[in-house]
């Protein structure tokens, strides 16, 4: 927990908060600085300068924090007990300035301060010789701080199309997810950060291909070519696109299939990232711009911040079209023809609706004990950790009872109970799929989330003796075999005539 240090207003202008970088001590100006803290949780701001560590949460402001050991070009030191941030403020701008350790506050008289003539320390605006001559503290101009480290963000916005674009009035920069009242972002991890695409720009999530055939002469985040829905594309390590540590491949991993308009052809790549845990519908005010300071042409595919479900955990939004390099991949690039833009239509036919009569749709698939089963994702508004419920006397065993969702009170249902499936042990939390079906939003308890495909009518076969016998195939509407002998049940949410 953050404990502040309390500055006291008496103090005036030559009196300095000191503090050491290295073996240097360094001095600022009381009046400057807002406050001192311990080291928040800080999430890395991609394609940022190195010595931009990142952005915190500080009491429900965005927080821009650099490091003053690398504006120094000290060697890197890990936080440590001592170690602090010192808040500036100089109008409008604040700034966090990590230290190594704060030393105290000191009156210095300005007829003791020499002047500074390294010009390659620019920030520093004068020497206070104390000690007899023998010890310096070198005092800093905030002002001079803060432009150093808003300089990143004056830069003209470039967009990967050629276009240059300002980044107060460029299209770019505008704020996208501003435009709908709400909208559902897939949400996925890359390193220790957490990132959100809006679902409309995603055609699929599926696990990593087996093979991906490397290109030569390709760019290094390009993991190569692989075959994705007997499709080939490029392949892209999100973490190596956006200058992040690398993390190794594993089970969890996923590709997330990205599709879109350009040059007037309809293109997909396919983004590598750690994992991805959930479906999220985020409202307009729940969004945050990017700092100003870091705005610039490497951080324009940035959209947006926020703070899902309030959890201090921060979840930077990124505009695919912005994001992806699509010039230097076009070599790569096939086009997808006239059944990817109407998958990425709602209303077109051959949607991923999943009604009846589409020729495909776009299914969330999810197990329950040995089970897979999947639901259109047109029926689902959100999936989110399992809630604290509230128990309802008198229903059926597999009422779990109600749930807050957002100032909304949400029936939930335990799908193993409903469907006659082996009850859940303790250890299993599990997850919630938000549903909507004629009668109003519902909550499904299932275990996990396996990932969303694609499955066309065609492939889809009557529920017959291959369904497990412990399933009440009233609720289901069809069985999809999938390569590795996986079967998974089409749920009906209005089985037997009525809603689960």
């Not at 440590?80 to 105290?104: K, P």
């Not at 390659?120 to 070198?138: D, K, N, P, S």
């Not at 679902?199 to 390009?222: K, S």
């Not at 100003?292 to 959890?311: H, M, W, Y």
Request: proline share 4%; glycine share 8%.
């Amino acid at each position: 927990m953050n404990h502040p240090l309390e500055i006291d207003e008496q103090f005036t202008v030559n009196q300095y908060i000191t503090f050491k970088l290295g073996d240097v001590t360094y001095g600022l100006p009381v009046h400057s600085v807002q406050e001192i803290i311990r080291m928040p949780q800080i999430i890395q701001v991609p394609l940022s300068p190195s010595y931009v560590e990142g952005i915190a949460n500080l009491r429900g402001t965005v927080l821009h924090i650099v490091s003053g050991r690398k504006i120094f070009h000290l060697p890197e030191q890990e936080a440590n007990a001592q170690t602090r941030v010192i808040v500036l403020v100089e109008g409008n701008q604040t700034l966090g300035y990590i230290v190594d350790r704060i030393v105290g506050v000191e009156t210095i008289a300005a007829d003791e301060i020499a002047g500074y003539e390294a010009t390659a320390e620019r920030w520093i605006a004068g020497v206070y010789r104390h000690q007899g001559g023998q010890a310096l503290t070198l005092l800093l101009d905030p002002r001079r701080l803060l432009a150093h480290a808003n300089s990143f963000g004056h830069e003209r916005q470039t967009s990967r199309s050629g276009k240059t674009e300002d980044s107060h009035n460029g299209k770019t920069q505008e704020k996208v997810v501003r435009e709908q009242e709400i909208r559902q972002f897939v949400r996925f991890q890359v390193g220790r950060e957490e990132y959100g695409i809006d679902i409309a720009d995603v055609q699929e999530i599926l696990r990593l291909p087996e093979e991906i055939d490397q290109v030569p002469g390709a760019p290094e985040y390009v993991l190569g070519l692989g075959v994705l829905r007997q499709q080939v594309l490029p392949v892209i390590n999100l973490a190596r696109l956006l200058g992040l540590r690398l993390s190794a491949m594993d089970n969890r991993s996923r590709v997330i299939y990205i599709n879109q308009v350009w040059h007037g052809k309809s293109v997909a790549v396919g983004l590598a990232v750690d994992s991805v845990s959930e479906v999220l519908r985020i409202a307009r005010d729940d969004v945050r711009d990017l700092p100003e300071v870091l705005k610039s042409r490497r951080t324009q595919a940035i959209v947006g911040v926020c703070q899902p479900e309030n959890r201090g955990r921060l979840m930077y939004l990124l505009d695919a079209q912005t994001l992806i390099p699509w010039e230097a991949l076009e070599g790569m690039l096939t086009e997808q023809g006239e059944k990817a833009d109407a998958d990425r239509n709602p209303d077109s036919e051959g949607s991923a609706s999943g009604e009846a009569g589409s020729e495909e749709g776009l299914y969330l698939i999810f197990r329950l004990a040995t089970e897979e089963f999947a639901l259109p994702v047109s029926k689902v508004r959100e999936i989110l950790r399992l809630p604290e419920l509230t128990s309802i006397p008198q229903v059926p065993d597999y009422v779990a009872g109600v749930a807050n969702i957002r100032g909304k009170l949400v029936t939930v249902f335990d799908l193993r109970q409903k469907l006659g499936l082996p009850v859940r042990d303790g250890k299993t939390r599990g997850r919630l799929i938000i549903a909507e079906d004629h009668a109003g939003l519902l909550g499904l308890i299932v275990d996990s989330i396996r990932e969303a495909r694609k499955i066309k009518v065609s492939e889809i076969e009557p529920v017959g003796s291959e369904a497990s016998e412990a399933v009440d195939t009233s609720y289901l509407r069809g069985i999809v075999k999938l390569e590795g002998n996986r079967m998974v049940l089409l749920l009906n949410l209005e089985g037997q005539g009525g809603t689960v």
